[in-house]
C-alpha cells in the first residue's frame, strides 16, 4: 500500500513559478512509477508529466513541455514537478499518482492506470 502526499501549491502570479512535491510512503518492492495529473473545475483529468523508478525516463504533456519539469529526490520516494512561467491555463488541482511497473509512456499518461492516488494541491494562476 503507497501513500503519496503532494504540497507545494498555492497562489502565483502569471509567469511565476511553484515546486510541488509528492512525498511516497509505505513504498513495496518494485519499480514504481510515478505521474503528475492536473484537474480544472469542469475538465477532465489531465496528465503532466510522469517518470520512471529511477528518473532517467520522463514524458511531458504538450501544454507544459520546456515550462514543467519534473525530477525524483536522491531516495527516490520524493518526487518534484518544478512549474515556471504559468499562466492562468495551468490552474487546477495537481494530483500525483504512483503504480509498481515498467515507465512506458502510452501508460503513464493514463489515468486509470494507476493504483494509488494522493489528495491533491490546489494551484491558482492569477494576478
Known amino acids: 500500500q503507497l501513500q503519496l502526499v503532494e504540497s507545494g501549491g498555492g497562489l502565483v502570479q502569471p509567469g511565476g513559478s511553484l515546486n510541488l512535491s509528492c512525498a511516497a510512503s509505505g513504498v513495496g518492492s518494485g519499480s514504481t512509477v510515478i505521474g503528475w495529473f492536473r484537474q480544472a473545475p469542469g475538465e477532465e483529468r489531465e496528465v503532466v508529466s510522469c517518470?520512471?523508478?529511477?528518473?532517467?525516463?520522463?514524458f511531458y504533456a504538450d501544454a507544459v513541455k520546456g515550462r514543467f519539469t519534473v525530477s525524483r529526490g536522491s531516495d527516490k520516494s520524493t518526487v518534484y514537478l518544478e512549474m515556471n512561467k504559468l499562466d492562468a491555463e495551468d490552474t487546477a488541482i495537481y494530483y500525483c499518482?504512483?503504480?509498481?511497473?515498467?515507465?512506458?509512456?502510452?501508460?503513464?499518461?493514463?489515468?486509470?492506470?494507476?493504483?494509488?492516488w494522493g489528495q491533491g494541491t490546489q494551484v491558482t494562476v492569477s494576478s
Open positions: 517518470i520512471s523508478q529511477a528518473g532517467g525516463l520522463t
Open positions: 499518482a504512483a503504480r509498481v511497473g515498467l515507465f512506458e509512456t502510452s501508460t503513464c499518461s493514463t489515468p486509470s492506470w494507476y493504483m494509488y
